[in-house]
């Protein structure tokens, strides 16, 4: 499974930024999508999960201004960034925890990043 993020750039405190993940190869089904966040000299965090029924989860930090949703046609996952703050910034990570038929086990699948800078 691999998955293509896409959309992070530089804008400024108080813009928005969309960020797209579309997941691809052998897949039997996708559960939970979600997207991390690694800060600078920071750890990775979570920062919204979404379920294959649509119910979303989201760090404290990202409530009422960022939106998670999933496309299950496309096995793709969204987050809308809105109100976007310079302690936004961080390398952003899509992730999927997916059974493909060569396992059929759930495991759990990271894309490769994508850069969100916010300036102050």
């Known amino acids: 499974v691999q998955l293509q993020a896409s959309g992070g750039g530089l804008v400024r405190a108080g813009g928005s930024l969309r960020l797209s993940c579309a997941a691809s190869g052998s897949i039997v089904r996708i559960n939970d999508m979600g997207w991390y966040r690694q800060p600078p000299g920071k750890q990775r965090e979570l920062v919204a999960t979404i379920s294959g029924g649509g119910d979303s989860h989201y760090a404290e930090a990202v409530k009422g201004r960022f939106t998670i949703s999933r496309d299950n046609a496309k096995n793709s996952v969204y987050l809308q960034m809105s109100s976007l703050k310079p302690e936004d910034t961080a390398v952003y990570y899509c992730?999927?925890?997916?059974?493909?038929?060569?396992?059929?086990?759930?495991?759990?699948?990271w894309g490769q990043g994508t850069q969100v800078t916010v300036s102050s």
């Open positions: 992730n999927a925890e997916a059974i493909t038929p060569m396992t059929f086990v759930i495991d759990n699948y």
